[in-house]
């Protein structure tokens, strides 16, 4: 069975320009996360969908962030305008359910972001 | 709210030698909590868990158990090898399902 897919693996960009980054949850999959990882920190949520509902975005910065899981499938995660600060690795997860026995995340190999 | 604190690194061991990294948290009520083991250029895996007090996780050979009284789950194995030189992570399950994590511990391990 194929694990969380995500692309690109890795991206440079300018600062102020856009970019996106795309995630296919493994199979049957209803909980999907978005985390950034930050270098020699653990991974922080940003963001958390229950199939296409977006239930937990409190940690995403909504000014230059979004994000989508349209038909509860794949997911998208936007900056626009990216900045300096917002190099990092961007992990997707994902889970049978978010709670009780079903909640274990599998996760993604991550894409680099890096902001020059 | 809710934290996580490891062992900073990184942790440097001989083939063969004894392992621990030290984990403590601060939650209200009783989260589940878990180790994540992140391989070079790979995603984090789950390495173990535990989902109440007193329940010890183990998995290849790693173990930890959940300490209500010292609010810990100490990472340990008895034999180190060379693969399993990684950075681990430790975390906790919030009250509204979400994982915090700690900062990550690295381990090296040398033939």
């Known amino acids: 069975e194929a694990g969380v897919v995500q692309s690109p693996r890795y991206k440079i960009i300018e600062k102020k320009q856009p970019v996106a980054f795309w995630c296919n949850p493994i199979?049957?999959?209803?909980?999907l996360y978005w985390y950034l990882q930050n270098l020699g920190q653990g991974p922080e949520l940003l963001i958390r969908y229950e199939n296409e509902e977006a239930v937990d975005d409190s940690q995403l910065p909504k000014d230059r962030f979004s994000a989508e899981r349209l038909k509860g499938v794949d997911s998208t995660l936007k900056i626009q305008p990216a900045e300096l600060g917002d190099s990092a690795v961007y992990l997707c997860?994902?889970?049978?359910?978010?709670?009780?026995?079903?909640?274990?995340?599998?996760f993604g190999p991550g894409t680099r972001l890096t902001v020059l | 709210g809710d934290s996580v604190t490891q062992m900073e690194g990184p942790v440097t061991l001989s083939e063969e030698a004894f392992l621990t990294i030290n984990c403590t948290y601060t939650a209200t009520g009783y989260p589940s909590l878990f180790w994540y083991v992140q391989y070079p250029g790979e995603g984090l895996q789950l390495l173990l868990k535990?989902?109440?007090?007193?329940d010890k996780g183990s998995n290849k050979g790693f173990e930890a158990t959940y300490r209500k009284e010292t609010t810990s789950f100490h990472l340990e194995k008895g034999s180190v090898q060379v693969s399993d030189s990684a950075v681990y992570f430790c975390?906790?399950?919030?009250?509204?399902?979400?994982?915090?994590f700690g900062s990550g511990t690295r381990l090296l391990v040398r033939p």
């Open positions: 199979s049957g999959h209803n909980t």
């Open positions: 975390a906790l399950m919030d009250s509204s399902y979400k994982l915090i």
């Open positions: 535990a989902t109440k007090a007193d």
């Open positions: 997860a994902s889970s049978l359910d978010a709670s009780g026995k079903n909640n274990e995340q599998f």
